[in-house]
């Protein structure tokens, strides 16, 4: 095998906290206000990486966002050190603070949309920042986005990253969490499943919570990424899944190589029909639809069945996958019956479920496919790849002692008042750039 699938997961930043952000994300808004742990959170995502290393699987990680991200409030007309900033902005909107310290980059699924040299015409990896625009603690992260992936995809001559999609409305992205690249195998070309909320024909009237991506903007980073028409398909989600609490696809639905595993409620019926009949023309497409009588849509959602990473073996082997499922999903009854009735079916590919603990993770609205974002790359392209970005065993213990000596082991919402917090945070960030030898790579570290 020449091509694989590696993983980048969004390493947990010191400001995990619940704020309860993202209307439509029914875990975030049920934990507005608790307690967090920064530093269990962390261990949490990096026990992950650990064990999908263990498993054999190429390993990547993507480092927090620096928050809080006082130049927006600096745009905003508050002024003076960073500390006056916040201090100023605590005492006249507190609001804000909870905006300029969000978490939620933690989430590289919503990083970008990236599409392999196999798949575009002109033979480079194309990254595109999610805008995020539909929400503004999250609108705020793609400028920071770019500049890490130009840090982590640092070789133009494999590599190109966009500028995220116009910050307006009608360009709504976020990102691989709405999509899905398919293909026979790591080696050969494959095809963009562009997951989409509405177009010019949907009702919003229809929809209780926002339906965060639009059909545009998948077209146009179908356009972007030089693919050409019959390699972008694009699949309408039903207006049930969002209701529902599915605010992006990979709540109902996942896939990898040959196979999208979904729920029988995901996707719009006569959308759904079109794409499966123009997936089948390109390869031996496997649907594998989990029955809403074994699995209700409350039940996936709730226990993010869907949002388990679905791997290859680490050989590449698309007739032996595994599932890297969150812990709820076997305490869940339905949910861990259907799973251990799925991998004793000869008839599909899944034949191994793996359970990890995101608790933190999923108490604010994310799962373990949440965490990372997937890029698939040859042997010449993963060489080219910035190494300090690639995970062993060792880095891994190495980034565990940082968080366990500068990350709290818990937090509460109105601990990010306190203007010394941003002290806190700026060097458990400068502690982790230290680790894996990256230098003055946030803004706070070059202006000192």
Wanted: aromatic share 8%; hydrophobic share 40%.
């Amino acid at each position: 095998m020449s091509a694989f699938e590696v993983n980048f997961d969004g390493l947990i930043g010191p400001n995990h906290n619940y704020s309860g952000l993202a209307f439509g994300n029914l875990a975030s808004s049920r934990n507005a206000q608790n307690t967090s742990s920064p530093k269990q959170a962390a261990l949490q995502g990096l026990e992950k990486m650990r064990t999908l290393i263990r498993l054999g699987y190429k390993q990547g990680f993507m480092l927090p966002q620096q928050r809080p991200d006082t130049q927006i409030l600096r745009a905003l007309g508050f002024s003076g050190t960073d500390e006056n900033v916040i201090a100023k902005a605590s005492q006249s909107n507190p609001e804000l603070i909870s905006m300029v310290y969000s978490a939620s980059s933690m989430w590289a699924a919503n990083a970008a949309t990236v599409t392999p040299s196999h798949d575009s015409t002109d033979g480079k990896v194309h990254f595109t920042p999610a805008n995020l625009v539909t929400t503004s603690h999250r609108a705020i992260e793609h400028q920071q986005t770019q500049k890490l992936l130009s840090t982590i995809f640092n070789n133009n001559y494999y590599f190109t990253v966009h500028s995220a999609l116009p910050s307006i409305n009608r360009f709504a992205d976020e990102g691989a969490a709405n999509h899905t690249r398919l293909t026979s195998s790591y080696d050969d070309a494959g095809v963009g499943l562009f997951v989409y909320g509405r177009d010019e024909n949907t009702s919003i009237s229809d929809l209780i919570f926002p339906a965060r991506q639009t059909l545009e903007a998948s077209q146009a980073i179908a356009r972007q990424h030089t693919l050409a028409p019959q390699h972008a398909i694009f699949l309408k989600q039903s207006a049930r899944a969002i209701n529902a609490g599915a605010f992006h696809n990979d709540v109902v639905a996942v896939g990898n190589g040959p196979v999208l595993f979904y729920h029988q409620d995901a996707y719009d019926a006569p959308s759904q029909m079109l794409a499966f009949d123009q997936l089948a023309k390109h390869f031996d497409f496997k649907a594998i639809e989990v029955p809403a009588e074994k699995v209700s849509l409350n039940d996936a959602i709730t226990s993010y069945l869907f949002n388990s990473q679905l791997l290859a073996s680490p050989t590449g082997d698309m007739n032996e996958m595994r599932l890297i499922a969150p812990t709820e999903c076997y305490d869940n009854i339905n949910v861990r019956q259907y799973l251990s009735e799925l991998v004793e079916d000869q008839n599909q590919p899944i034949r191994h479920v793996e359970y990890v603990d995101v608790r933190q993770s999923m108490s604010n609205g994310g799962g373990p496919a949440c965490l990372r974002l997937r890029v698939a790359l040859t042997e010449e392209e993963l060489a080219a790849v910035n190494p300090a970005f690639l995970l062993d065993e060792q880095k891994i213990d190495a980034l565990k002692d940082c968080v366990n000596e500068y990350y709290r082991e818990s937090l509460n919402p109105e601990d990010l008042l306190d203007p010394a917090f941003l002290i806190e945070c700026q060097t458990a960030l400068d502690a982790l750039t230290k680790v894996i030898g990256i230098h003055n790579y946030y803004d706070f570290q070059t202006q000192k």
